[in-house]
């Protein structure tokens, strides 16, 4: 089935420092992945869609300039948490869907971000 | 505004007994809806349900969609402690292609 590698799983960051997160469709392309946020005990909140070759669609409330996204290949996308602050730590997950699948989304990892 | 709404938000039950979780919702151009379990990582796949009464099944996992009352179960019997994870409904929609995710019901199986 369709795999999406993520990295990396855990970093750990100095307050105002940025952080490059990589999600990575290993046998498939992927014109559109996704990532969200998970804050402990609660659901998936999506926070932006990648898309390849053009600019991210960001959710309501998702400030574009903090979370920099880039889909620059079919099988490539980063989300990049800029000058992060403690409240920016939580579980970072990207997803993406192998239109041939119908096994639906599949998940990245995920990666746990603390900010201290 | 698309919504997702499962429920009940936790459980804990023993291990053997059979529980059923429930999504609801409401979104425009729905698509599909999806059931994951997550344990400590990313979500794993349990189904993809487009059409309505049709049972999706596996092991001792099954699930049905119900495209009138808008919603979805989740059944699992003779549940063991390794089905202890929060269990994740998402819907599916044309817009944007993306999924939406419900509030996830944690689940807690004990001896």
């Known amino acids: 089935g369709a795999v999406v590698s993520q990295h990396p799983s855990r970093v750990i960051c100095k307050s105002g420092t940025s952080v490059k997160i990589e999600c990575r469709s290993l046998d498939f392309q992927a014109t559109t992945m996704f990532w969200y946020r998970q804050f402990p005990k609660q659901s998936l909140m999506l926070m932006a869609t990648s898309n390849e070759g053009s600019k991210a669609t960001y959710e309501q409330g998702v400030e574009k300039d903090k979370f920099l996204i880039n889909h620059a290949s079919l099988t490539l996308s980063t989300l990049t948490v800029t000058s992060a602050h403690p409240e920016d730590s939580s579980f970072y997950i990207c997803?993406?869907?192998?239109?041939?699948?119908?096994?639906?989304?599949?998940f990245g990892s995920g990666t746990r971000l603390t900010v201290v | 505004e698309d919504k997702v709404v499962q429920s009940p938000l936790s459980l804990v039950v023993h291990e053997g007994d059979t529980v059923t979780l429930n999504c609801s919702y409401e979104v425009t151009n729905f698509r599909s809806l999806l059931w994951y379990k997550q344990e400590k990582k990313a979500p794993t796949f349990l189904f993809m349900l487009?059409?309505?009464?049709i049972e999706k099944k596996s092991g001792r996992l099954s699930s049905i969609l119900d495209k009138k009352e808008l919603s979805s179960i989740l059944n699992i019997t003779a549940t063991q402690t390794g089905d202890s994870a929060i269990y994740l409904c998402?819907?599916?929609?044309?817009?944007?292609?993306?999924?939406?995710f419900g509030t996830g019901t944690r689940l807690q199986v004990t001896l």
């Open positions: 998402a819907v599916y929609t044309g817009t944007a292609s993306k999924l939406t």
């Open positions: 487009t059409s309505s009464g």
């Open positions: 997803s993406a869907r192998d239109e041939g699948d119908l096994g639906g989304y599949t």
